[in-house]
């Protein structure tokens, strides 16, 4: 521990957005990074517990409590301190491959389980990260180190999300020979067009991407495994491919009117906007705008907020966004004590721009729509809602959300978006390769393995576990090369996690 009174010298500090109705003007990232000096205090904060929970990963009542990377947090944190920026990233990079990704994207589960939070506020752990990478890029430390010896084996990646990335990326580090197909037209998968510009500027995936390649890899785009490409094909050509393709199969509203025009998938809708501002700066029109519209999003989740976010981009006139189950305490319950993952209210920055430019949050919250309304042209016009109430379903004895007689209402709309999630893998690329599925929809496995039932072929990521997050796309990643590399050479020098 550097600086042990650390924790009660200093308070926690982290990135300065930038005010709501100026950073709507564009679609650049909105923090400003903290200066040297301050982010040199926020290491300071951390009290190198005896029993560090940000890095655990444990599962508690069915939540991640801590980074499934088991990020050597306290570690690094001391080295920032200590000034020593270098061995920082080489810590840092011993568990994440990703650390320019995770410290934009993921929700901060090692903060959430952080001793410092329990009583009063967690290090900024996530802060120090960005730190980190950053720097290690200013100065040279992130620069391409490619492997020294090949083994003369070949991998496929199919799909370039984190999982795929990582698996990549791991493989590579051993000298195997490692090839990343991608059906879209730049890599980066759910990171690329998944997830919106302000959260993730594409330029960091495209700095990456570049080391990557500096590396060694071989990255494919435009081809559809399965479909372009015969998997018989890639079987005969590599010793070895991993299907990290993630749960792109998305949950639909099968609600009367559902035809109508002016229904989309969110995901369709935020890489629309995406492909269209990296091509053109939406100049092209190639999107699917929500300008002057009064826009309905179903989904109180990431992907639903990154609708608002965007929506309000655009300009749209209004924008509400419907969330099944109920609103979230203030503050943890009793039953939901630290360092399980807080079940609490968050206001997330799609709803905080909402809320600023509308004056109220988008959110209703105990709603779901029963009837697309539509228009004599045949496009949506607006939603039939009914409020939601949680009971007991006699059948099976579980909780479930019941409509609420008589509690229908009325929103008019001109754009629907469906952020309701994924329900597992698209099919057609496990039956190219003739795997087979779960009962979720997801490739199956042994329980912790990711060799699937055809001999060579591995599985990582949201195709096997669901939709999930980054930090765990990368974790499986990381395990899946491993297995890889195991059949490849009988061995592995790989870490086990």
């Not at 009367?256 to 995901?267: L, N």
């Not at 039939?384 to 909780?399: A, F, H, I, N, Q």
């Amino acid at each position: 521990m550097g600086k042990p009174t650390g924790f009660m010298d200093y308070g926690r500090k982290t990135a300065q957005a930038v005010m709501p109705k100026e950073r709507i003007k564009n679609f650049r990232e909105f923090h400003m990074p903290l200066p040297k000096e301050q982010q040199k205090m926020q290491g300071a904060r951390c009290m190198n517990c005896g029993v560090p929970f940000c890095q655990s990963g444990m599962e508690i009542m069915g939540m991640t409590s801590g980074c499934p990377l088991h990020n050597l947090v306290p570690e690094w944190n001391d080295l920032i301190y200590n000034e020593n920026w270098e061995e920082a990233y080489n810590r840092l990079k011993k568990t994440n491959n990703f650390p320019e990704f995770t410290s934009r994207v993921c929700p901060a589960l090692c903060e959430e389980a952080c001793t410092c939070g329990h009583y009063g506020d967690a290090v900024s752990v996530k802060e120090n990260e960005h730190g980190i990478i950053e720097y290690a890029y200013e100065m040279g430390y992130a620069k391409a180190r490619p492997p020294r010896v090949r083994t003369g084996k070949k991998v496929a990646v199919i799909g370039s999300g984190p999982a795929g990335l990582a698996a990549a990326d791991q493989l590579n580090k051993r000298g195997h020979h490692v090839t990343v197909y991608e059906r879209d037209d730049r890599p980066g998968g759910l990171l690329m067009y998944g997830i919106p510009n302000m959260k993730l500027e594409k330029s960091v995936i495209d700095r990456k991407i570049n080391v990557m390649k500096e590396e060694g890899i071989t990255f494919l785009t435009g081809v559809n495994v399965g479909k372009d490409l015969k998997a018989a094909k890639l079987l005969k050509e590599y010793d070895a491919v991993i299907l990290a393709c993630g749960a792109k199969n998305p949950r639909d509203i099968g609600a009367p009117g559902r035809d109508a025009k002016g229904i989309y998938f969110a995901v369709d809708f935020l890489a629309a906007t995406t492909k269209s501002l990296l091509n053109s700066e939406l100049k092209d029109n190639q999107y699917i705008s929500a300008k002057g519209k009064k826009v309905v999003i179903i989904g109180g989740g990431d992907t639903g907020n990154d609708c608002v976010g965007t929506a309000i981009r655009h300009g749209a006139a209004s924008v509400t966004q419907l969330e099944m189950m109920p609103k979230a305490p203030a503050e943890r319950t009793e039953e939901n004590a630290w360092p399980q993952w807080p079940k609490v209210q968050k206001t997330d920055y799609g709803q905080e721009e909402a809320i600023a430019v509308f004056g109220h949050d988008p959110r209703m919250y105990q709603t779901t729509v029963k009837e697309f309304l539509k228009d004599k042209g045949g496009s949506v016009c607006g939603v039939k809602t009914v409020k939601l109430e949680s009971k007991k379903d006699e059948k099976t004895g579980r909780m479930v959300m019941a409509e609420v007689p008589g509690s229908e209402g009325k929103l008019d709309a001109d754009l629907v978006l469906i952020a309701a999630g994924f329900l597992g893998a698209e099919k057609y690329v496990a039956d190219a390769f003739s795997v087979a599925l779960n009962e979720r929809m997801n490739i199956a496995t042994e329980a912790g393995k990711y060799h699937t039932n055809v001999k060579k072929v591995f599985t990582a990521g949201d195709m096997h576990r669901g939709q999930s997050l980054v930090v765990w796309a990368i974790r499986e990643g990381r395990e899946a090369a491993r297995e890889v590399d195991e059949s490849l050479l009988g061995y592995s020098g790989l870490p086990v996690q």
